[in-house]
């Protein structure tokens, strides 16, 4: 059984930095996408970034230059970086792997506070 489990969150200033990670357990896939998604209050589920089993990536425009998403396929573990952190980006941040071709799955979600 896949699972997938984010931690990283919290509160911080406007300006500072957080790492969120996303460990994945259960099936290990050749090919597959892991993407961070945001929720903020009132709005609907968006994309924040993903990357391939392979290495490329893709950004929100929101987010370009100030986000980096990147992966340990040894450790089986995403990873976003976060810079430059706004108000704006307060929200629930969400793991998703997408298995290609296959199911996807989420995690449970981390909160996200960006102070002003």
């Known amino acids: 059984q896949v699972q997938l489990v984010e931690s990283g969150g919290g509160l911080v200033q406007a300006g500072g930095s957080l790492r969120l990670s996303c460990a994945i357990s259960?099936?290990?896939?050749?090919?597959?996408?892991m993407g961070w998604y945001r929720q903020a209050p009132g709005k609907q589920r968006e994309l924040v970034a993903t990357?391939?089993?392979?290495?490329?990536?893709n950004y929100a425009d929101s987010v370009k230059g100030r986000f980096t998403i990147s992966r340990d396929n040894a450790k089986d573990t995403v990873y976003l970086q976060m810079n430059s952190l706004q108000p704006e980006d307060t929200a629930v941040y969400y793991c998703?792997?997408?298995?290609?071709?296959?199911?996807?799955?989420w995690g449970q979600g981390t909160q996200v506070t960006v102070s002003s």
């Open positions: 990357i391939t089993s392979g290495g490329s990536t």
């Open positions: 998703r792997l997408t298995v290609i071709p296959g199911p996807m799955y």
């Open positions: 259960g099936s290990i896939f050749r090919r597959d996408v």
